[in-house]
């Protein structure tokens, strides 16, 4: 699929041209990573960050947000709960936070996996590349660090680092992790072109995780109080919908047929009713159930209004499992990490 396909169909508005995009990613995902749904349990360790992204609800400038770390203790209970929900991964998470030491977290890993069977994934923004080496030698499996948007001036405007993320994520390849990335959906400055780049430039970093979600703003941001100097045409705006996020998954399914896509907490916060089950049936197949005590989880407010920010672990796992049962879908058993195959779909 050709860039000028791509911004086609993230044109597109006939819903039965779309109804085709929808069936085809459903049909490209079974073939390629069957009809298993993969949890991952996503741990959020800590909410202190270093880092004034113009979009984040917890970057630095926010007085308002109540920071907190959670101890060694409350970690392991918390992998104890993922065990026994029978997850195969978990996602441990945190804002830039430079008070975690890196070998204090390579201990909980090494801890994790003498004890547990469960996949490592990290989420901890851009951390030195000796951080990266100390936490793969302990045991962590995968890396997540969104590359948010392609284009080089919207980035620069919205996230102030002078760290490159595409060379990051390059540099967690050559130390064997699977590395995930992702954009946000609608963020003000966003054209369909850039979109279209960042989908292809999914293709060409061969990721193995892809995150997308819509913008949701916030409005403390300096992004929502219109501070950045951001101009753009409104037609070419993308927009932070819905529809999008799914045009998103179900085109990133196509170029990207055996990479593992959630169906994002963010689309569930848009369409609470069934949002992660419309993008299981468009070309999902991960879901990230939060087990973050829900003391920390209302103080992780990277949005606003997010979905099941009140819900216990066990409760959103009874909720998760029967919403994945319901659309004719089983859950994943094990690790679940990429399948990666050397031939592609006949239907791309």
């Known amino acids: 699929m050709k860039k000028t396909e791509i911004c086609n169909w993230l044109r597109e508005t006939n819903e039965k041209k779309l109804s085709e995009l929808w069936q085809l990613a459903d049909k490209i995902r079974y073939e390629n990573v069957g009809n298993e749904v993969h949890l991952r349990g996503l741990l959020e360790i800590s909410n202190y960050c270093v880092k004034n992204c113009a979009y984040c609800g917890i970057n630095a400038s926010m007085r308002h947000v109540e920071r907190y770390r959670m101890t060694n203790h409350e970690i392991i209970e918390c992998i104890n709960t993922i065990v026994k929900l029978k997850y195969g ?117 061969n990721l193995d995780m892809i995150g997308v979600g819509p913008y949701i703003p916030d409005p403390h941001t300096a992004l929502e109080k219109n501070l950045l100097p951001i101009t753009i045409d409104p037609k070419e705006q993308v927009p932070n919908n819905e529809e999008t996020t799914y045009k998103v998954i179900a085109i990133t399914r196509l170029v990207c047929p055996t990479a593992n896509i959630p169906s994002t907490t963010a689309l569930a916060t848009l369409n609470k009713i069934n949002g992660r089950e419309l993008g299981l049936q468009r070309g999902a197949n991960i879901i990230m159930p939060n087990v973050t005590p829900i003391k920390y989880r209302t103080k992780y407010t990277i949005y606003p209004n997010k979905a099941c920010i009140n819900e216990t672990a066990e409760q959103c796992a009874h909720c998760i499992t029967n919403r994945i049962y319901n659309i004719g879908r089983t859950t994943g058993q094990g690790q679940g990490g990429r399948k990666k195959i050397t031939t592609q779909s006949k239907h791309i």
């Not at 547990?116 to 951080?131: K, N, Q, V, Y």
């Not at 660090?145 to 050559?174: A, V």
């Open 89 to 205: 991964t978990v996602i441990i998470q945190a804002g830039e936070d430079y008070g975690i030491d890196a070998g204090w977290l390579s201990e909980i890993i090494s801890y994790i996996k003498n004890n547990t069977s469960l996949a490592i994934t990290l989420s901890m923004g851009e951390r030195p590349f000796s951080d990266l080496i100390t936490w793969k030698k302990a045991g962590a499996d995968r890396y997540l660090l969104r590359f948010e948007t392609s284009n080089y001036e919207l980035y620069k405007t919205i996230h102030p680092s002078k760290e490159d993320r595409l060379l990051i994520l390059k540099k967690l390849k050559k130390l064997n992790y699977e590395v995930g990335s992702g954009i946000m959906i609608g963020i003000p400055g966003q054209t369909y072109q850039s979109l279209a780049n960042d989908i292809n430039l999914f293709r060409e970093l």
